[in-house]
């Protein structure tokens, strides 16, 4: 199985403040990579898909880039509705895996 | 607008049987895949398997074939999740999603909308 280890596990900021969450990949994946928001108590949005294509709807202060085994998630000017838990995904062999999240948390 | 209406939250002993469904509305439901996700309390998101309802094609995550059953109904367009025995350790939210490509592949698909969710506590 793929191995996705996300860095950090959780991350403090402020609103208008630049996050960025990596994730890395146990071998390579291509661009075979998704990333999700995931509020509490809510369903899992994505946001990016195959790394660096946003979904249609997410705002544009969301992108991702990498390829291969490395990988980031950036969020620029980090809004009160943004702060969640962020899991990357890859889907490029089976069984498809999840990295293990990070929380993005006021500070 | 693409919809995915789950189930209600279930209480159930251990040993018991139970079926979830996951309804899809506003697509063509036989030509995209519906994944199931589980996500035990306070943890991340697993993949426990993917079906295409054209032919019920189906694929399960290695750790949980033989665990649960993925069906699908394409006349109700409706998919299941189903327990023949739950376990405490089957306590968890699931979710079901939706492949983002109306492609036969499910590797290099991406899965939204997602659906509500449902919560199966499993207790003595």
């Known amino acids: 199985d793929i191995q996705m280890t996300q860095s950090p596990s959780s991350v403090s900021a402020s609103v208008g403040d630049r996050v960025a969450i990596t994730c890395r990949a146990s071998?390579?994946?291509?661009?075979?990579l998704a990333w999700f928001q995931q509020k509490p108590g809510k369903a899992p949005k994505l946001l990016i898909f195959?790394?660096?294509s946003l979904q249609s709807g997410v705002p544009s202060r969301f992108s991702g880039s990498g390829s291969g085994t490395d990988f980031t998630l950036t969020i620029n000017s980090l809004q009160p509705e943004d702060f969640a838990t962020y899991y990357c995904?890859?889907?490029?062999?089976?069984?498809?895996?999840f990295g293990g999240g990070t929380k993005v948390e006021i500070k | 607008e693409v919809q995915l209406v789950q189930s209600g939250a279930e209480v159930k002993s251990p040993g018991e049987s139970l079926r979830m469904s996951c309804m899809g509305s506003?697509?063509?439901?036989?030509?995209?895949?519906i994944a199931w996700v589980r996500q035990m309390p306070g943890k991340g998101l697993e993949w426990i398997g993917f079906?295409?309802?054209?032919?019920?094609?189906?694929r399960y995550n290695p750790s949980f074939e033989g665990q649960v059953t993925i069906s699908a109904d394409r006349s109700i367009t409706t998919a299941y999740l189903q327990w023949r025995s739950l376990k405490a350790s089957d306590t968890a939210m699931y979710y079901c999603?939706?492949?983002?490509?109306?492609?036969?592949?499910?590797?290099?698909?991406?899965?939204?909308?997602w659906g509500q969710g449902t919560l199966v506590t499993v207790s003595s």
């Open positions: 506003g697509y063509t439901f036989r030509n995209y895949w």
């Open positions: 079906i295409y309802p054209d032919d019920s094609d189906i």
């Open positions: 995904q890859q889907a490029n062999s089976f069984p498809l895996t």
């Open positions: 999603a939706r492949g983002k490509f109306s492609s036969r592949l499910v590797l290099n698909n991406y899965f939204d909308p």
């Open positions: 071998q390579g994946i291509s661009n075979s």
């Open positions: 195959a790394a660096s």
